[in-house]
Nanobody, 124 residues
Framework: QVQLVESGGGLVQAGGSLRLSCAVS????????MGWFRQAPGKEREFVSA????????DYTDSVKGRFTISRDNAKNTVSLQMNGLKPEDTAVYYC?????????????????WGQGTQVTVSS
């Protein structure tokens, strides 16, 4: 079956860095658009970043541009999110997700498969 497993979350001070990874199995990874979403307590899950099949095109929500970098390794079936300059407002559970197309890459409904999430907590 399809599995997406996130790792790399944790507690970090404001200004610090974390690198999230998502290991994917059970599907042809290179044929899927990959995305990262996050959900803070009491808030809806929101789009963070997406990367196309080859890694040649990336998208970011405005609040993380210049601080976060998404990448993928199609040989290892992994997608990563490098997060620098973390802020308390980045605190959330982060989810990776896989989509067939880029049509709805910034929307939850565009993604068919989801991981269980990893907690990121940024202290001030």
């Amino acid at each position: 079956q399809v599995q997406l497993v996130e790792s790399g979350g944790g507690l970090v001070q404001a200004g610090g860095s974390l690198r999230l990874s998502c290991a994917v199995s059970g599907l042809t990874f290179s044929r899927y658009v990959m995305g990262w979403f996050r959900q803070a307590p009491g808030k809806e899950r929101e789009f963070v970043s997406a990367i196309n099949w080859s890694g040649s095109s990336t998208d970011y929500t405005d609040s993380v541009k210049g601080r976060f970098t998404i990448s993928r390794d199609n040989a290892k079936n992994t997608v990563s999110l490098q997060m620098n300059g973390l802020k308390p407002e980045d605190t959330a559970v982060y989810y990776c997700a896989a989509a067939w197309t880029t049509a709805d890459k910034t929307r939850r409904t565009g993604y068919a498969y989801w991981g269980q999430g990893t907690q990121v907590t940024v202290s001030s």
